[in-house]
């Protein structure tokens, strides 16, 4: 899957649309930073509310942040991305302010997922591929 990146204030980044799924609900189109420094995925507390994860049942996780530490909730949920459907962990987070409207990817749930994922910078119009 070869995701061509947005620009976003002026920068290229590798940004794409997915959905997440919970017992209740699917939010869809949300956009997300595909982020190889981030361990886990990171989404606003309020995503988890709206597709019926009850957060009470996850377990605490501090996460590093830009500059500072978040304490947040970590509990599976079921992603897709273009197509393709897998469960895995989420870190829900409240009151943490998404600057840029877009929630983060992390390591942890994209790399183990997939065979490669190739940030190529240097093409005419950079991309992110996601290699099934």
């Given at each position: 899957m070869k995701f061509n990146y947005k620009?976003?204030?002026?920068?290229?980044?590798?940004?794409i649309n997915i959905s997440i799924q919970g017992p209740s609900g699917t939010l869809e189109g949300i956009k997300v930073l595909v982020d190889s420094g981030a361990t886990y995925s990171i989404f606003p507390e309020s995503y988890a509310l709206d597709i019926g994860l009850n957060l009470n049942k996850f377990s605490n996780?501090?996460?590093?942040?830009?500059?500072?530490?978040?304490?947040?909730?970590?509990?599976?949920?079921?992603?897709?991305i273009n197509g393709y459907k897998?469960?895995?962990?989420?870190?829900?987070?409240?009151?943490?302010?998404?600057?840029?409207?877009?929630?983060?990817?992390?390591?942890?749930?994209?790399?183990?997922?997939?065979?490669?994922?190739?940030?190529?910078?240097?093409?005419?119009?950079?991309?992110?591929?996601?290699?099934?």
């Open positions: 620009l976003y204030n002026g920068f290229l980044q590798p940004i996780r501090t996460i590093a942040f830009g500059k500072s530490d978040a304490i947040g909730k970590l509990g599976s949920i079921i992603y897709n897998f469960e895995d962990c989420a870190v829900f987070i409240k009151g943490l302010n998404f600057e840029r409207n877009f929630s983060l990817l992390g390591r942890r749930q994209i790399f183990r997922k997939f065979k490669a994922v190739v940030f190529n910078e240097r093409a005419n119009s950079p991309y992110v591929y996601l290699n099934k």
